[in-house]
């Protein structure tokens, strides 16, 4: 097991340019809620070829709720309700046995039933349909009814202050800058590569979050408040096509 280092982090924003780019889209409005969790209990929640990722010791869990717009293959144009919607991600942070620094994903709740489809079938990622709205503006008022359940999640936030971009070394690098997504399918285990800018971030005034998608996760025992938030107006993404690792 090989850990990262800040060469392979920073080599991560720059995508082999070989590999094909298969879908466009927006990232819009996101809120970063992240807590401090014991390495131990995410390394068992991992399939084998994935090890916890640590900073200060610590392994980290996260709460993303954002929107998704303008998704749409390669060369087809946006349409629509069926490119523009809401999805609510928990996540943590992982490293391949090479060192590839990327993103395990335990849900993705999203409220667009195609983009379900899609991404379970072609990505192997959970995603789980959610009835879901959100108020954008000044203030921020993001809700989701996981289906299946009755309970909402609500976040209402509300940006503040000048964005930067995380330095090298720090806690926003760790958390932010990832490039790489990892899914298992079939027994088999596959890396997903995510191409955009460096998050432009900022704080976020966090009037009311959940901590309900991640107890669905087997994560119920957070603390009551987030070790680190903040937020992102928005970046465009392609996204490449899986590499089978195992």
Known sequence: MTSPTGEQREAARHPDPRQRTVMHQRWENLLFLHWTVEPDLIQRTLPPGLHADTFAGG???????????????????????????????????????????????????????????????????????????????????YRSTRRGTSEESRFVWRPEGATRIAAPGSLEFFLLERYHLYSSRGGQLFRGTVAHPPYEFRAAKVEEFSVFPATLAGFGNLAPEPRHTCSADGVAVRILGLERLS
Not at 70 to 82: E, F, K, N, S
């Open 59 to 141: 392994a980290w869990l996260g709460i993303v709720p954002f929107a998704m717009r303008a998704v749409r293959p390669t060369g087809l144009p946006a349409v629509g309700p069926i490119s523009n919607f809401l999805e609510l991600n928990v996540r943590t942070y992982v490293h391949d046995d090479r060192g590839v620094p990327g993103v395990w994903f335990y849900s993705l709740d999203c409220n667009q039933s195609l983009a379900v489809l899609i991404a379970r079938i072609f990505f192997g990622l959970p995603y789980q349909h959610a009835k879901m709205r959100a108020g954008f503006g000044s203030l921020i008022d």
